[in-house]
């Protein structure tokens, strides 16, 4: 009977196996012999892995690839607009963000029309729709970012931890399905500075982020229909003191208003804090016993719903772009339909980052199954349920990036209690409302 | 026959002028070039992602608009608060290894050259290499501390309105320190002995020698050593943007990171260039200040005028 069995899982895998031989050699990506294909592409860990296909590409093609620079978004982006300033954007593709994109203008050129529509149509809608500024669509999504709860089970199944949870606070210690909870819960955990409740993100854009996503979890917003910021709300205001009460109450380490994303991962699995919003990328990294000291200990909950009973979703994609100066067209649509590929994602879904096509969802899912890795097919299940009914960008504005540093110094200022959370963001209001005016938008 | 006038640029005192040229040519398309450039931009509404706004003339609007914002002079004000510490701070340590290093017989070259280690990291590996001592959860600093009993909570080095200060003031003169050290080393070397030793015959004792001989006449040395690091100082934007990125809250906010978050990130070209020229003109006072005190000290010593 095991026999059996395993021979008929070997037929499934070499069935599979062909099956995506022949999806990838079904598609024609064309030759471009002795073309010259000049890219600048985000750099670090979690996206160098798809770069090794690149030589495929090349192979299939004729064409050659030369990776002008591999920075990370923040820096790209300053070299991107240098490009645009000094009139240099002599390169065919770029790494883009959802949330970079609308600063570009139209330096990028509009893929409908360019990208097969069929390729096109392979894409979840609502990765596209985010991809789109102003009618174009100026990005083709590589993978997709939402956050989720991770969490230690054995702090939550520990009988003391119940018990005096529920003493403290009258309920029962569950993994929580509040930020409210989130919070009584991380206030219940905290040790500091030998383990504490929780973290966040505490400067540059992934504050404001985060603020962000608890204010419309909260039933706020940041701007009106007529573009004025409304974000100094009593949503607003709820949302900022959620993240001042933590910090007060020592529930987040002292140093979160200096930490960015490497900062939370390595903190969650060094096993020194009990519960973690953080992007499906790290999941396999927290189980993954040579660099997690939580391996096989973390649980995973889709993220808490704020006061208005709305969960948490903020998300973007990483994305590919082609520029308009770009002197074949058609390699670069070529190049970017290759990076985002059934298999492409494929490889890109193996680490745990979200991918944009349809079908690798159910793909990358049954492959987790069929190689026994259970935890990445709840994290596989988790993320799609919440790409599906959370997530919301932020406004895909042009001036978003410079609203976003406005904001985040005084989330900091009312953090650390230098401000009131109400002062912190009607100052915040006043500056952003300036901006958009000189933008153009009021 | 009258002698015939040799063409301008042959004849003798045009010479120096001729001999000039490139160096005033490589100056003037290097450095007074985009100098003008820069000083025309902060008079329009330059954003680098919109090159056509490099023609919106819009006065004053910019330097109106970083005068009467608080936060610009705060980092005004921190910054000279940063340069007055760190510079006066690396001149004193450099002084201290100069005069031990100065003492030593032997081993004295390799001292010198391990001495040099800190200068040749690149400013953001420094930056980084603190970010990490100075982390408040997985840090050595705080680890050391609560090892070895002296603390029992997490100390917030890069959050803390002083500590942030000071943990960047700390990187930049372990970086920088050395700069003063060699040049001031230098000084010791080229120091005649013939007062030192006629001074001992008198009878002084070590600290009088050195208040009285050593000191007046490494004072052009310092002031030199000085107004080179008035000028580079700003090579520190580097380690405050990776330790802290001016924040929190704008707590260790210099005026270089300002200037790069607006040029770059908010992409108003414009305005950020209106705030290096304030920091232009603090760094010419700074430079000036030194070097009219370089002039008293080299009269002081009977030196050039």
Redesign the interface.
């Known amino acids: 009977m095991k026999t059996t069995i395993k021979t008929f899982l070997a037929a499934t895998a070499l069935t599979g196996m062909a099956a995506t031989s022949l999806a990838a050699a079904d598609v024609d990506y064309g030759t471009f012999d002795g073309y010259n294909l000049r890219v600048k592409l985000i750099g670090g860990a979690q996206y160098e892995p798809l770069y090794a296909r690149i030589s495929e590409w090349e192979e299939m093609t004729g064409a050659t690839v030369d990776v002008l620079s591999r920075k990370n978004h ?1 820096e790209l ?2 070299e991107i ?2 490009d ?2 000094a ?1 240099t954007l002599d390169w065919c593709v770029g790494s883009n963000h959802t949330s970079f994109a609308p ?3 139209s330096i990028y050129i509009d893929l409908n029309g360019v990208i097969d529509e069929g390729t096109l149509a392979e894409f979840q809608p609502l990765a596209l729709q985010n991809s789109t500024v102003d009618g174009r669509l100026v990005q083709l999504p590589r993978h997709s970012d939402i956050s989720n709860l991770y969490y230690i089970k054995s702090m939550f199944e520990d009988a003391d931890n119940q018990a005096g949870f529920k003493a403290e606070y009258g309920y029962d210690l569950t993994p929580p399905e509040t930020w409210n909870q989130v919070k009584d819960q991380a206030m219940y955990f905290a040790d ?2 030998t383990f ?1 409740g929780t973290q966040f993100v ?3 854009e992934a504050i404001t982020g985060r603020f962000y996503e608890m204010l419309v979890a909260n039933g706020g917003a940041l701007f009106d229909d007529g573009w004025n910021p409304t974000f100094n709300s009593a949503a607003g205001v709820e949302a900022l003191n959620w993240f001042k009460d933590l910090y007060e109450a020592k529930a987040v ?3 979160s ?2 930490y960015l994303w490497d ?1 939370t991962g ?2 969650f699995a ?1 096993g ?1 804090v009990a519960l973690n919003l953080d992007w499906a990328g790290w999941a396999s990294f927290f189980n993954d016993p040579e660099n997690s000291k939580i391996a096989g200990d973390v649980g995973l909950v889709r993220a808490p719903k704020g006061s208005a009973g709305i969960r948490t979703g903020w998300s973007g994609s990483h994305t590919f772009s082609i520029t308009a100066t770009c002197d074949n067209t058609e390699a670069a649509a070529s190049f970017v339909t290759f990076l985002t590929s059934h298999d492409s994602q494929m490889v890109e879904a193996s680490s745990g980052l979200l991918p944009t096509r349809a079908k690798v969802w159910g793909d990358a899912k049954a492959q987790f199954a069929a190689d026994g890795n259970d935890f990445l097919v709840t994290v596989f299940e988790t993320y799609a349920v919440s790409m599906e009914e959370d997530a919301f960008t932020p406004p895909l504005i042009t001036p978003w ?2 609203v976003s ?1 406005e904001i985040w ?2 989330l ?2 009312a ?2 209690g ?1 401000m009131t959370a109400q002062e912190a963001l009607d100052e915040a209001a006043d500056a952003a409302r300036l901006v958009m005016e000189d933008a153009g938008y009021l | 026959m009258a002698n015939k006038r040799p063409p301008f640029w042959q004849r003798e005192k045009y010479t120096p002028y001729l001999l000039l040229l490139p160096a005033i040519l490589a100056i003037l398309f290097v450095v007074l070039f985009p100098l003008l450039f820069s000083l025309y931009t902060s008079f329009t509404g330059y954003r680098l992602i919109r090159p056509e706004t490099l023609w919106q003339w819009v006065g004053l609007r910019n330097y109106q608009r970083i005068f009467s914002n608080g936060d610009f002079w705060s980092a005004f004000g921190r910054t000279i608060l940063f340069l007055t510490i760190a510079l006066n701070l690396e001149l004193l340590l450099g002084l201290g290894i100069a005069l031990l290093i100065n003492k030593i017989t032997w081993g004295q070259r390799t001292l010198r050259t391990i001495m040099m280690f800190p200068m040749m990291f690149s400013p953001i590996l420094v930056g980084y290499q603190f970010k990490f001592v100075f982390n408040d959860n997985i840090g050595i600093l705080n680890n050391a501390l609560q090892a070895l009993g002296l603390s029992d909570g997490a100390i917030p080095w890069l959050v803390d309105k002083y500590l942030a200060n000071f943990a960047i003031i700390f990187a930049e003169v372990w970086m920088s320190t050395s700069v003063f050290a060699i040049l001031l080393l230098a000084g010791l070397f080229a120091m005649p002995r013939d007062p030192l030793e006629a001074a001992k015959v008198d009878g002084c004792n070590p600290w009088q020698v050195f208040r009285h001989i050593t000191l007046p006449f490494l004072m052009p040395f310092v002031f030199i050593a000085m107004t080179i690091r008035s000028l580079d100082v700003a090579r520190a934007y580097d380690i405050v943007d990776v330790m802290t990125g001016g924040g929190p809250a704008g707590r260790t906010e210099l005026l270089w990171t300002m200037i790069a978050r607006v040029g770059y990130d908010n992409a108003r070209m414009g305005q950020a260039n209106a705030m290096a020229y304030v920091s232009i003109f603090l760094s010419i006072a700074f430079t000036y200040y030194f070097f009219t005190k370089l002039l008293a000290a080299r009269k002081y010593m009977g030196g050039a005028e």
């Open positions: 923040f982006d300053r607009k240098q645009i300033a009139g600063q570009y203008g500091a500075p504490y505490g400067k540059d380490p002292a140093g208003l200096n900062d390595l903190g060094s020194t990036i410079e540093n110094p005084r900091q200022a953090i650390l230098e």
